[in-house]
């Protein structure tokens, strides 16, 4: 396989002009280019590389860069690139990930690590190794949600516990808050967030990225925030913060109080973000990492809405 024909194209992170043509396929928060200028708040860079053949687009890819000691360059394309139409052959798709590997040299203290948003298979690790691709780190479970379906359709396809429990916290006397627009409306739920960070001595994403997202999310970018707030009278017991990109949404934070497991308060904040992402249009939702290890329960709440598990391919170099 020759990766001659494909061309690469370097450009701005541009919101405003940036698309894709697979409106079909889901699009990970990490290849959007508003995560990317929201990462520049820590100090990171963003690029777009664009690639192509006999001028028709194949797809993009989300590039961020960090410098080390001012002389180390580290380069990440995490869960991308996003093809252009379903019908891209692998073999092109491999001719990409090849021509964009060639660029980085570690000779030249120049790292390119890769993380593909492809299932993880032992044809897929054997093609990837082909191309001369290091896999270093076996790759993370998440758990995509289509939500294309109608509301019907939807909630036949929750598992039967689940459905039980939201039909609980539909009959108590909760009442449910959607925001966003607001900082205000979601800040309560960074603070409840840092406390259990601090409590169960765990690191994530830095909880600057929302407020840095949402800085980034003009009007033109398709980006803003999902907020959703549980209440048991002026109580609030639970709530999720989601953040949207393009025609996908990420499951980003969830809390629930002591109250919330008695009332079954995360499953109605969860089927109420549902049918208000896809009143505004969103048609996949990312609930995030599966740990079926150490966070079984947690696992097992997430698919039990239906969603599709997927074990990524891994950490390459």
């Given amino acids: ?19 894709l043509a697979d409106q079909n396929a889901p699009i990970p928060l990490q290849q959007h280019p508003v995560y ?17 053949r ?24 995490f869960r991308g690139p996003l093809w252009a139409s379903p019908d ?36 897929t690790i054997a093609a990837f190794k082909g191309i001369g691709m290091k896999r270093v780190m076996t790759g993370f479970s998440t758990a995509w949600l289509d939500l294309r379906s109608d509301t019907q359709e939807l909630r036949a396809a929750l598992r039967g516990k689940w459905r039980n ?7 108590s006397a909760l009442t449910i808050s959607i925001g966003g627009r607001k900082a205000h409306q979601y800040d309560w739920l960074l603070e409840k967030e840092q406390q259990q960070r601090s409590h169960r001595r765990y690191q994530a994403t830095p909880l600057g990225l929302v407020p840095a997202f949402a800085t980034a999310a003009t009007p033109k970018s398709g980006c803003s925030i999902l907020s959703v707030t549980a209440l048991n009278g002026r109580q609030k017991v639970a709530g999720a913060l989601f953040l949207l990109h393009g025609n996908s949404a990420t499951y980003h934070i969830g809390w629930a109080g002591t109250e919330a497991r008695t009332l079954n308060a995360q499953n109605r904040v969860l089927w109420e973000a549902m049918l208000a992402l896809k009143e505004k249009g969103i048609r996949f939702l990312d609930l995030g990492g599966l740990n079926t290890a150490d966070l079984s329960g947690i696992a097992r709440f997430k698919l039990g809405t239906g969603a599709v598990p997927l074990t990524l391919a891994g950490a390459y170099i």
């Fill in 88 to 123: 891209i052959p692998n073999e092109t798709k491999l001719a990409c990930y090849k021509k964009l590997r060639h660029s980085f040299s570690p000779w030249c203290w120049n790292f390119l690590a890769s993380l593909p948003e492809t299932a993880c298979s032992k044809e």
């Fill in 54 to 77: 006999s001028n028709q687009l194949i797809g993009t890819a989300l590039l961020v860069h960090r410098k080390f000691f001012g002389l180390v360059r580290f380069t990440t394309l």
């Fill in 1 to 19: 396989m020759a990766e001659d024909g494909i061309n690469t194209k370097t450009t701005v992170v541009d919101p405003a002009s940036w698309h």
């Fill in 36 to 52: 990317g200028l929201a990462l520049q708040t820590f100090g990171a860079t963003a690029t777009q590389i664009v690639f192509s």
């Fill in 165 to 171: 429990q939201l039909v609980k916290a539909e009959k």
